[in-house]
């Protein structure tokens, strides 16, 4: 079922957009400029390039390599080129991360969904407390958020049942320029503020005596999420690229258009923040807590404008997390439909299925099942740290010493040099980064995760 049959990518502008549409997330959103914002403002963004040129881009192009070399989906992929060495799992891995991954996030998602209608409804523009007590209340309430994230899941299904061109490529044409729109008008809003140049002046000017041991580690852990290492994602995805698709040229641009959209989140954010007094780094809650009063406070003078800001906002998240989920979701497809030979239909079915479960209990968990621990969290919170410190690390450790040791040299040559058509000069280097560099930031993060170091 490889080539044609399977569906390919349409356009170069397609494959950017998708691909980088996995990557730009709620991360990208509130975690980049909370990050930012505890960890000295530029200071942090220059070593969050650092570190996406150092790991990020030569751990997109091995995971490319794999997938384009197999044109099929990700445990096929790295079965193909493993054979019965232990290596093969990594596929079947990535395949189980993004499930779990996509059950979770989907709660998550549909919080977003929530706080948009909310916003259309006005019901959200009230003081931190009012805020406070409007998300506790709805986040362990048995129903409605569960429904919200099974919603998510269904609408994700329907982008993906139709397919390459006609379900990915289309929506990603769509919804990334109009994520972009949104980002710009609510920046120009931001920066109209009273007091906002203090907000641009924090984010653009680098504070390197906050520059310290963890902003290291926040910034290589940053860098690897932001760009979906590890999930089995861009291999899939690549396993769409025609033969003709630049792997590194497309890496490099990728990892820039999601660093643009974090730069660009934290430019929305910072100047509201710094115009009503409130702290950068407000931590997690500040997408549904803080920034809902950030509006309501800054913009209190032009109701109708604080209005349309917030509406506009969430949005925003929704689009951004709705990016990431399909890419998720067609990890998944792909697999059920070419490994038990049905049709694309039925193989999005099973995942949709599958992960909806995982979001039932997931949601439920903040409310009716808040008893219910493993390790001492609830289900919710237990996936994502069984994701983010284990399995996406592991994931992509595995990938970068299966293509820097194990794939044949001159197979990785051949795809990252397209058979030697475009620059080969460089390959060298990326082979340095992939077998040591990579490996080692990778071990790092996952040793801080687990409090190692």
């Keep these: 079922m490889a080539g044609n049959s399977r569906g390919s990518f349409g356009s ?14 709620l991360g990208n959103i509130w ?4 990050m930012t914002g505890m960890n000295g403002g530029a200071a942090f963004i220059l070593l969050y390039l650092f570190f996406v040129l150092m790991l990020g881009v030569p751990g997109m192009v091995a995971e490319f390599v794999v997938g384009r070399s197999s044109g099929s989906n990700a445990a096929r992929a790295y079965r193909q080129l493993a054979g019965r060495t232990p290596f093969r799992v990594i596929g079947y891995l990535g395949v189980f991360t993004s499930m779990i991954i996509l059950g979770f996030y989907a709660v998550v998602a549909g919080w977003c969904l929530q706080f948009l209608f909310a916003s259309v409804a006005g019901q959200v523009m009230g003081d931190a407390d009012y805020v406070l007590q409007y998300f506790k209340s709805f986040s362990s309430d048995p129903w409605k958020p569960t429904l919200w994230a099974v919603g998510f899941i269904l609408l994700t299904h329907l982008v993906v049942v139709r397919g390459i061109r006609n379900g990915i490529e ?3 044409k ?3 320029p109009t994520l972009l729109v949104l980002l710009v008008l609510i920046i120009v809003a931001s920066c109209m503020l009273p007091g906002a140049g203090k907000g641009v002046s924090f984010l653009f000017h680098p504070d390197f005596s906050k520059i310290n041991r963890g902003t290291f580690f926040d910034a290589l852990g940053q860098a690897f999420f932001s760009l979906s290492l590890g999930t089995a994602c861009l291999c899939t995805y690549a396993s769409y690229f025609s033969k003709n698709t630049n792997l590194v040229g497309s890496a490099v641009q990728i990892a ?10 934290g430019l929305m954010i910072f100047p509201a923040a710094f115009s009503v007094g409130v702290s950068p780094d407000s931590g997690p809650s500040l997408i549904f807590i803080t920034l809902p009063n950030v509006f309501h406070q800054a913009f209190g003078g032009m109701p ?3 209005y349309v800001i917030s509406v506009f906002f969430y949005a925003l998240l929704s689009l951004a997390a709705l990016t990431s989920t399909i890419s998720m979701h067609e990890i998944g497809t792909a697999f059920f439909y070419e490994e038990f030979h049905v049709s694309r239909g039925k193989g999005a079915l099973v995942v949709t299925v599958a992960c909806c479960v995982v979001s039932v209990f ?8 808040g008893d219910v621990k493993v390790m001492g969290l609830n289900l919710l919170d237990f996936c994502d740290a069984l994701t983010a410190k284990v399995l996406l690390p592991l994931g992509s450790l595995l990938t970068c010493l299966f293509v820097g040791w194990y794939v044949p040299k001159q197979l990785v040559h051949d795809e990252y040099t397209n058979h030697s058509t475009v620059t080969k000069a460089s390959f ?6 992939v077998r040591f560099v990579c490996p080692l930031c990778i071990m790092a993060i996952f040793l801080h995760q687990l409090g190692v170091i």
């Design 256 to 265: 820039l258009l999601d660093t643009l959209v974090a730069v660009l989140a």
């Design 174 to 176: 769509l919804f990334m």
């Design 12 to 25: 170069k502008l397609g494959i950017i957009l998708a691909t980088a549409g996995s990557a730009v997330g």
């Design 304 to 306: 109708v404008v604080g």
């Design 362 to 369: 997931c949601s439920l968990s903040c409310g009716v099942l």
């Design 31 to 34: 975690r980049f400029p909370y």
């Design 170 to 172: 289309k929506a990603s």
């Design 428 to 433: 060298g280097v990326f082979l340095f980064f």
